[in-house]
């Protein structure tokens, strides 16, 4: 079906969605370009001219860039695995027959949508505070000292909150492709001898294979920009610092445009390497 | 799995599962019983689970103190406003790659959602000056017109993917009825597709609600919807746990009744297609 | 009124051509069947012709006017597709009365037709019902009225008895046939199947690779089939092509024979062979005979015959009826 009706009309059709997030990406990253490479302080002198490399140069030495990539793959990589291992193990538990999986599956799945300020904050107060949290009392009834979580924990506490926040996308995703398990595979394989680990490492991981990859690509690319976890609970203090929230901080707080911008291109770089591996695997789906 | 199998392991399949899943719901569950608590009661030691006075006073307090309901007004308007503006603008879009592809539009897709990877970071000061040139900073205009934009890419790839169900035989037909190229759409596709174009509204709706980079750095106080309206509760001064609790609850409430009608969908919109 | 001519239309994708330059004259009235192997380019054909897709060159012309460039919508045609392509989400009443909202006619007006279409297809009791609910056969008459109700110039069917068993598909053609008898619209029809194109068809166009092979009434394309392909193609069981010396003898690459124009016999013949499979319907006998130089034959017989497998039979090719064929492929004519 193309005649040369249908394929103008489809041109003419598909033009606003076209134009509309060409420009949305192409005006703000080329202003972002254009201000990484100048000295920019809106409240200090204004726009101070070229610069060349100096912003991207003084971002990369400053002394918050590396512990600022170092949160950043450690809340990444913690998110990651705990979400991941339990995600694995929480969807095969729900695959097993039992009694009210439904609700069961409702249970877990409620997290996710929770919005974020909200569980940072529930989080923050009525869990974790060292007087009035529910972990206090839970500490001090065995006898322990409450730990003062936004300071002494502070990275566990973030990565706890986005972690409950993110089990749940990961044991959706994860059961929903268990469930499309041919279970003939898995008699057969029971059948041919193989016990449970063997099942699992040989027959169901790899059926899980691809989910499992479009589950960390897509974490991933939502993890690096987490904001508004950071934002609520430490405000980036207590070196829970990401690149993005750097980034934030040299824009908005310090209002450092330049240098912000240029570190904005780096956090554009981080996630667009992340983000081919997933288009070649979501392209190659789209062939099938 | 259809087979059989002993009614004990299925006893420990359920306590399993049960135990599990009420874990990971508990801070929610913690934070509806708490928002029934009176303040004191909330960080009474040791915490009371159900042996407490069960109050809406907190309730009250926070929709008449806080402007609750323009804060809420403002979520829905923002999310609903910017679903609806997407849906419009995606659905023709949708239409042109499902029925009329070319070489090109895997790459289109492709380049879509790959806008959707842009952190938003990367781009905020511009926006934010952008906002100010055009004086839609703190306004629900601009918020709704970011949110469309943001969700876009998710919108037209479900929808295509919905479209793509749709055998081409019945437009076609429609074409030979002497339908236009409107009413080919209005008429044959869109009644058709109103399953999937429902839940895609009902995704989009959910993410657009939940969504708290935009809401928190575009707004002040009078475009701010829920995010930032509960945000502003992390400053010392106003933190009451019960009323924290009540607001909380207000604003993921009617979302989770949402979401979990949304839960087959949600796979689909989020993993773009490839987990079925 | 519903003549269509296609004056060397050519049709491409990307840079394989499916349908080579090609005329074709269809006159009011006319009930064309196109009939060809799957993958012929007859149903790319009957697409360009519904302006479903581009010719890549030459012009289509309906009732004398210049209609290549006119969208389907307003070349006033109608087609029913093989998957009927009914609106899921209508009830039978409002499938059939789509083509009519859309042209601007008012409730009324178009209550009436459909009433009228509804019972001469015998879908009055069906009205309210969502195409969901019907068999196949009611399914195949909703799309039927749907096209009827338009009174186009023409009917387009592509292959619209392929989904239907075979009992309902004899009834159908039967309606079809009549539809035509009575309505007296030119139809052009779309199939894979030699049977539907000779006991439907005015006019047959064989096709095959994009290119006009023969067109003609039935019996011509049965009595002289033009090249070898259409006489292979037309006929059923198909005609039995026999090459070598004995085609050579009688000076032609190419000799065919029906195998209802043999002469059976049990003793002499002028060909022998031993029977390999022997088919008795009591109507008709079929047999596979194997011959010596030859190959393998098909025969068939009136009535009963007393061959079995393993028999030696003779058959005595009636000199009348036998095809000849050149090096090209080209009937001799004699």
Redesign the interface.
Known sequence: MATQHSRSAARMMMAPAVILLLGWMLVPLTMTLWFSFRKYLPLRGGDMGWVGFDNYVSFFNSSSFWPSIQTTLLIVGGVLIITVVFGVLLALLLDQPMWGQGIVRILVIAPFFVMPTVSALVWKNIFMDPVNGLFAHLWKFFGATPVVWMSQASMESIILIVSWQWLPFATLILLTATQSLDSEQLEASEIDGARPLQRFFYIILPHLGRALTIVILIQTIFLLAIFAEIFVTTGGAFGTKTLSYLVFQRVLESQNIGLGSAGGIYAVILANIVAIFLMRIVGKNLDT | MARAITNNRKIINTTAAWLIGLLIFFPILWTILTSFKTEAQAIASPPLFVGFDWTLENYQVVLERSNYARFLWNSIFIAGGSTLLGILIAVPAAWSMAFVPSKKTKDILLWMLSTKMLPAVGVLYPIYLLFIKMGLLDSILGLTIVLMLINLPIIVWMLYTYFKEIPVDILEAARMDGASLRSEILYVLTPMALPGIASTMLLNFILAWNEAFWTLNLTAAKAAPLTAFIASYSSPEGLFYAKLSAASTMAIAPILVLGWFSQKQLVRGLTFGAVK | MGSITLKKVTKSFDKTEVIRPLDLQIDDGEFVVFVGPSGCGKSTLLRLI?????ITSGSIEINGTDAT?V????RG???V???Y?????MSVRKNIA??LK??GLDKKEREKKVTDAAAVLNLTDYLDRRPGQLSGGQRQRVAIG?AIV?EPDAF?FDEPLSNLDAALRGNMRLEIAELHQTLATTMIYVTHDQVEAMTMADKIVVLQAGVIEQVGSPMDLYREPANVFVAGFIGSPAMNLIEGPEAKSRGAKTIGVRPEHFDLSMDGGEWRGVVGVSEHLGSDTFLRVEVEGIGTLTARADGEFPARHGDTVGLTPDPERIHRFDEAGLRISS
């Not at chain 3, 392509?85 to 989400?89: E, G, Q």
């Open positions: 519904a302006g479903l897709e581009d460039s969208p389907p919508a307003k045609l109608a087609m597709f093989q998957s392509a009914l609106y899921p989400h789509f083509p859309m042209a749907r338009r387009l």
